[in-house]
Every structure is written in structure tokens, then in C-alpha cells.
């Protein structure tokens, strides 16, 4: 962004890294608030609203070209009150705007640019505009030129038609009464009839270019996979899942050098990505290749899983405990130069991998990770041509493919690519690097929270769980204040309240966390997190739960998120936590209203299944027997763990794990499920009860046995 401090608007005040990216900005902006509406109002002037968020690059593109022009802001400040909004600091104005902008235009994304009236309507939007009038679109300028002339000269048709959007808007975010009838087995079935037709069986992934990940998709294909593994379908449903994690771990979507995953890819192999790398893909990332670990016991999936984790501890993590937001796609190019590059930090040449390595381990390295010398990018991939020369790592072989085509041990193969990837890491340590956004966010902390905890009970290992529980513990002193969530923190709490994500995904974090340590304050919290939910979001008359609280005076209107996409649907998760707890509580009225949750979302489900698969699970979980499993024993004796290691080495989809130890936790439990209270070990040791509905077969202390009992 400009640096050039002649000017500061009203955002130098803010905490957002995206808000303050554009502090010197020529144009006027000012933060989404009641300064902004007023001075709207008083000058009769219309809103121009661009929304993004500090790691997006066409953001950067846009600011560059239009928002950093003297020329362009003097048309911005001239006939319009300019304002900025962090997507990530503000979801619920990035999903009300977002949606006039898919239904005008067919397409969305950001930066999102739209135009208001005074009260807030909108009455045109797009995403980025370029610069200058080009291929047959018009240019920024020409479109604020426009808007400001229609404003002067037919401000009254301009005000009617925001006051019919606003109307249409209103209708289409009315989830009411449902008007299908829900199918559950059927909406299963057209799911995995859509993803069994549009998935690459070559590449992996679903539809052609560009390919995302979409993480919500795997759990509903491992969730079919565990309720029918015997069958055709579900056997199709695990292959389909197990190739895609293992095309994006080999593509250059997977960070080979640092661990992680960039956001998507712009080709249909996994290759060329688009480089930031977001917290909330890591956190679901992780648990996917955990749940793939589990499923195959095959080592190469642990080892991506470990390698995603590492990454976020590494690179992700403030020294409080909580999880950054984002990494930028794009970065400096070499130090005290201005030059930028979309993947500077992560590209290679081939001849400065030789000069590195050595050509003898260059030639292994450069033929493992399909480095060219022209650059690697395929055809079409490249249309800036910046990674002309350059090369993005992929993994073109297996290592007992290199070591029959090098013709050595498989031990001594992996030895060599291990050391040239740290040689290569510690030179890229020296680049400049990304941008950081060190916001930490308290629905994608979570997300990140419940893939710590998973990742400790599957790959059993405590760091993991420390940094789960670090996170948590910083969030409940951080952003929970006056028994309400807080949505951000970065230099301290924004004064943004929580929004319904941030409850469903903290709670979905703490109860995963819960079933790992089994410390009762967890599900103690995440009961008066999901009562406050209720209260703040819940929909009484017709279910489900809408992203901002009742009364909110700067929301056009107020929305039900029914889409799983790059972050799963608050509806979704939400409907999860519901039965979870209302197995781990025995409150009935808890089930009542995950299934009245899910019913909300019966069109959706009927006509649309794909926009919410993880709505499905919760379905399909709705309708299943309840499978408890419970360990009685002391927390951290040797017969305990392992019994629970056992249980944990296995994906076992809509199990609820609990301990009877004897103490605090299985008195708190106790008192809720009366069931507990006489659950105990078995001649002094700890014993495994395996349970359906809370009926249980024989108790055992043979872990041998629990795995018996666990696979039928």
C-alpha cells in the first residue's frame, strides 16, 4: 500500500492490518460506523463501500492502481463517502453486500465494490474495476464519473431502486417455513451422485480449474465412508476424499518447503496456486489428512497433517496463545526494492536450486519436485507471465519411484530431499517475507482449536494439545468479556462483538478439546457459549440461527449463512454442537433443536444439497443411534491411555469419547447423566464401555478387545 504519509484519512485509528493498509490512502475513507452514515446523510452524498481483506491480492491490485491515484480519489472524495470494511473484522456486511453482488451480477469476490445510498441500500456492485476502460468494461473512473452524474440528475430513481433491492434482499434471507419435504437418504444420495460425476479421477478435486479445496465436502465424503464402508457407495465416497488429499499434498498448493496450504489452485493439477494461505484452511486441512491418517494408517498422510500444524505453531501463533489470520499471497521481491510479486517468497529458479544444492542433489531434487529451467507453470496457468524462469514445487514421483529412477536406497532418497528442503528453507527464511495478518479471530481460532486437540488424540501427540489449550485459554481472557464473545483481537480486543460463527466454531473447538484433556470447563463453557447463541442469534419461530444479533442499527438486514464453503456454514456446525451436547448433557430439548436447526434448511438440503454437506452429516447423525464410548479410569494412568489411544487411532464418525475418572469430571457428568455415576473400573483397572443409545456391552480392560468391539 501507498506509504506516503502527506495524507491520513479516518482509518488511522483502526486496528484491522487491511484498514490500516490504506491509512494514507488520497482518498477520504472512513471505517463502516455511524461517522460515515451521517456524513452520508447530512451531504446527501451516495456510498462507495469496498471490502476486503489485507492478504487478497486483486485488493492490492485495486488499491495500486485506483485507491494509491491522486486523480481517482479526487473523484472518490469529490461525489461520494468512501468506505473501507475488513470482511474478516465485519462477515456480517461482507455477507449482506455480498449477496446483492452474486444475484446482480452472477459472480463475486473481492475487492467488493458496491454503491449505497445514504441509508445503506445498494443499487450497483461489482468486485475490482481496472484502472482505465478496457476489454469492452469500463474503467473505475468512468464508473464513479457515471454513478456521480446519474446521482445529480435522477437521485429519486436511483433512491427507489435501492429501496426495491433492499425489499428483494429481505425475501430471499427469509428462511421461513420450509416448503419440501426432507429426504435425508435421498439428499445423501444426489450429493454423492453430483460429486461422484464432476470428480477428477485423475487429479483429484471436483469440477475443472480453478480447483479449491473446500474441506466440508471431505468430511461429508468420510462421514458416508463410515456409516457405509461395506458398501460401493461409501467405498467411493473414501477413494474420491484419500485422491484429492493426496493431489493437493503433492501439488504446489502444499507449502513443501514451510508446511501449509496456500488458499486454492488456478489450474486443475494442484500446481500453480493462489499463494496466501489462510488460518481457517490449515485448521480444516488438518483434521482431513488426521481423518485420512485414521482411516488408512498410512503414514504420508500423518506426515501432512503434522506438516500443516507445524506450520501454524511455527508461523501462526502469538506468543499469547492465539492463531493469526492469514499469510499474504503476495511480497517484496528483494529487499529495499518496491517491486512486488504474487509467490516471490515461495518461487525458485532452477539454476539458484543448483547453486544451493550441488548439482548431484539438485538433479534428485530438481526431478522430484519437476523443477524446469524455463519454470514450471503450466499452460494458461501464467497469464501475468510471472513465473516465467520460475518454478513452483510439485512432487512428480513417489520416493520408490526416485530411488528405481536414481538408483538408490529409499532411505538414503529421503535423507537427501530432507536436507536440500532445509538448505532451500533456510535461504527462503532470508527473503523478505509475506505480509501477516496477526489479527486473531476467534471463529477461525475454533476451527484451529478443534483440529489441535483432534490431531493430539490421533497422533498422540501433547504439544498439540498444549496449543489447543493455549488458544483456548487466551480466548476466554481475551474475547470473552461480560458473558459475550468478542469477534477479533490484534493489540488488544476490537470493539467488535462476536457473530454467530464465532460462538459455533468456539464451541465446536471446545468440545473436541473436552474429549481430549477432559477437563469439565470446557463443556461447562461451551454450554453457556451455545445458551448465549440461543439468545443472541437463534430464530424461535422457524430455527436455525442468524449471523448477527437482533437490533443491530448498521445491517441492512439480518442473514441465515446456508452455504458450507471455504469456512463451513454456523448453521451447520451449529446443528453438530447441538447433538453433542445433547448427549453429553442428557437435555433432550437440546437434540429438539438441532433437528429443528436442520430442518430450517430443508429447501436447501432438497434442492441444493451440495451447498451444505456438512448440514447433511449433522442429518445423518440426527437419525443415528448414539455411539458413546466410555473410558473409566484416572486421567493419566498408563491403563487409561491406552484404552484411549485405541479408541483414538480409529475415524469413528459421530462417537461421543467421555471419562468416568472418578473425580470432578464424572461427578459434573453425573449429575446429568445418572447413567455415569456407577461407571467404574473393572478390578482395579481401567475399562472400556462401548455403548449404543447408553446400552452397553460388556466392559473390558483388554485393549485388543476395544479394538474388536469398535470395529463391528
Known amino acids: 500500500m501507498n506509504s506516503d504519509a502527506t495524507f491520513t484519512n479516518h482509518l488511522a485509528g483502526e486496528k484491522s492490518p487491511y484498514l490500516l493498509q490504506h491509512q494514507h490512502n488520497p482518498v477520504d475513507w472512513y471505517p463502516w460506523g455511524p461517522a460515515a452514515f451521517e456524513k452520508a446523510r447530512n451531504e446527501q452524498k451516495p456510498i462507495f463501500l469496498s471490502i476486503g481483506y489485507s492478504t487478497c491480492h486483486w485488493c492490492h491490485v485495486m488499491a495500486h492502481e485506483s485507491f494509491e491515484s491522486p486523480a481517482t480519489a479526487a473523484l472518490m472524495n469529490a461525489s461520494f463517502v468512501n468506505i473501507k470494511v475488513d470482511r474478516e473484522e465485519r462477515p456480517d456486511v461482507d455477507r449482506v453486500y455480498m449477496t446483492f453482488v452474486q444475484a446482480t451480477t452472477g459472480s463475486g469476490g473481492w475487492p467488493m465494490s458496491v454503491f449505497l445510498t445514504p441509508d445503506l441500500k445498494p443499487f450497483l456492485g461489482g468486485t475490482y474495476y481496472p484502472p482505465e476502460d478496457r476489454y469492452g468494461r469500463p474503467g473505475f473512473p468512468t464508473v464513479l464519473q457515471r454513478i456521480a452524474e446519474g446521482w445529480k440528475s435522477d437521485q429519486k430513481n436511483i433512491v427507489e431502486h435501492g429501496d426495491k433491492v433492499a425489499e428483494q434482499l429481505k425475501e430471499y434471507a427469509g428462511i421461513g417455513t420450509p416448503t419440501e419435504t426432507l429426504d435425508g437418504a435421498r439428499a445423501v444420495s444426489r450429493l454423492l451422485a453430483q460429486l461422484t460425476q464432476s ?46 488429499l493426496l493431489k493437493m499434498a503433492n501439488g504446489g498448493m502444499h507449502d513443501h518447503i514451510g508446511g501449509g496450504f496456500h488458499r ?100 534428485l531434487f530438481n526431478g522430484f519436485y519437476g523443477v524446469e529451467e524455463e519454470g514450471n507453470a503450466p499452460k494458461g496457468s501464467d497469464p501475468q507471465n510471472e513465473f516465467t ?32 528442503r532445509k538448505k532451500l528453507g533456510e535461504v527462503r527464511s532470508k527473503r523478505p517475507r509475506p505480509h501477516l495478518d496477526d489479527k486473531i479471530i476467534t471463529a477461525w481460532n475454533g476451527l484451529m482449536i478443534s483440529a489441535f486437540a483432534r490431531a493430539s488424540q490421533a497422533l498422540d501427540e501433547p504439544a498439540y494439545l498444549e496449543a489447543a489449550q493455549h488458544s483456548a485459554r487466551f480466548i476466554r481472557q481475551e474475547l470473552w468479556k461480560n458473558g459475550a464473545l468478542i469477534r477479533s483481537y490484534r493489540q488488544g480486543a476490537s470493539d467488535v462483538a462476536g457473530f454467530v460463527d464465532d460462538y459455533a466454531f468456539l464451541i465446536w473447538g471446545l468440545l473436541d478439546l473436552y474429549e481430549t484433556d477432559f477437563d469439565p470447563a470446557w463443556l461447562r463453557w461451551a454450554l453457556e457459549l451455545q445458551k448465549k447463541q440461543d439468545a443472541l442469534f437463534g430464530d424461535p419461530n422457524h430455527g436455525g440461527y442468524f449471523s448477527v444479533a437482533e437490533g443491530a442499527p448498521d445491517i441492512l438486514l439480518r442473514m441465515k449463512e446456508d452455504y458450507d464453503g471455504a469456512e463451513p456454514s454456523p448453521n451447520s456446525i451449529s446443528a453438530l454442537n447441538l447433538l453433542r451436547l445433547a448427549q453429553m448433557t442428557g437435555e433432550s430439548a437440546l437434540k429438539d433443536q438441532a433437528i429443528k436447526t436442520i430442518t430450517a434448511f430443508t429447501d436447501q438440503l432438497t434442492k441444493v ?34 484404552l484411549l ?30 447413567f455415569l455415576r456407577t461407571v467404574a473400573p473393572i478390578e482395579g483397572k481401567a475399562a472400556a464401555y462401548i455403548c449404543e443409545d447408553f446400552v452397553c456391552q460388556l466392559p473390558t480392560s483388554d485393549p485388543l478387545k476395544v479394538r474388536e468391539l469398535l470395529s463391528k
Request: charged share 25%; net charge negative.
Open 389 to 420: 524462469g520460475k518454478n513452483t514445487l510439485i512432487q512428480r514421483m513417489s520416493v520408490s519411484e526416485a530411488a528405481k529412477l536414481f538408483d538408490k536406497p529409499e532411505p538414503q532418497i529421503e535423507a537427501s530431499l530432507a536436507l536440500s
Open 264 to 363: 486454492y489452485s488456478v489450474d486443475k493439477f494442484w500446481h500453480i496456486p493462489h499463494f496466501e494461505k489462510m488460518l481457517y484452511d490449515q485448521a480444516q486441512l488438518a483434521v482431513s489428512y488426521v481423518d485420512a491418517f485414521q482411516i488408512t494408517r498410512q503414514p504420508q498422510y500423518e506426515k501432512i497433517a503434522r506438516d500443516i500444524l507445524d506450520y501454524v505453531r511455527r508461523d501462526m501463533t502469538d506468543q499469547g496463545g492465539g492463531f493469526y489470520s492469514a499469510e499474504d499471497a503476495d511480497s517484496v521481491i528483494a529487499h529495499g526494492k518496491p517491486e512486488h510479486g504474487e509467490g516471490a517468497f515461495y518461487i525458485w529458479s532452477r539454476t539458484e536450486i543448483v547453486e544451493l544444492l550441488g548439482v548431484e542433489a539438485a538433479t
Open 199 to 244: 470428480f477428477d479421477g485423475e487429479f483429484g478435486g471436483f469440477g475443472s480449474a480453478p480447483k479449491f479445496p473446500r474441506p466440508v465436502t471431505l468430511n461429508f465424503l468420510f462421514d458416508a465412508y463410515a456409516r457405509g464402508a461395506a458398501t460401493p457407495e461409501g467405498q467411493s465416497a473414501r477413494d474420491m476424499a484419500l485422491l484429492t
Open 645 to 674: 489411544k485405541e479408541v483414538h487411532s480409529r475415524f469413528l464418525s459421530g462417537k461421543l469419547l467421555l471419562l468416568a475418572d472418578g473425580g470432578e469430571n464424572q461427578k459434573w457428568l453425573g449429575e446429568r447423566l445418572e
Open 609 to 642: 444439497p451440495n451447498a451444505m454437506p456438512l448440514m447433511l452429516c449433522a442429518l445423518e447423525a440426527s437419525k443415528a443411534k448414539p455411539r458413546q464410548i466410555i473410558i473409566a479410569g484416572a486421567r493419566d494412568a498408563a491403563d487409561t491411555r491406552a
